[in-house]
């Protein structure tokens, strides 16, 4: 069965942290930017985001923005 849209983008956003493209504390684009570069719905970014949040990968400053999380 093939991944739902989400968890693909969810996968490559976590390659970019693991990788060091986007180390700690780097904040990550606006919802709207991902949208457009990954040509998907806003539904599909905040699904992917919820995954990166709930496994601690990404941590968010309401009004600010999502930003890599530090080591624990």
């Given at each position: 069965m093939p991944k739902q849209q989400y968890q693909?983008?969810?996968?490559?956003?976590r390659a970019k942290i693991e990788s060091g493209e986007w180390?700690?504390?780097?904040?990550?684009?606006?919802r709207s930017q991902l949208c457009a570069e990954y040509g998907v719905s806003d539904t599909v970014v905040g699904k992917?985001?919820?995954i990166l949040?709930?496994?601690?990968?990404t941590e968010t400053l309401e009004g600010v923005g999502v930003y890599v999380a530090g080591p624990k």
């Open positions: 693909a983008l969810a996968d490559e956003l180390p700690a504390g780097t904040k990550l684009p606006s992917a985001m919820m949040r709930a496994t601690g990968l």
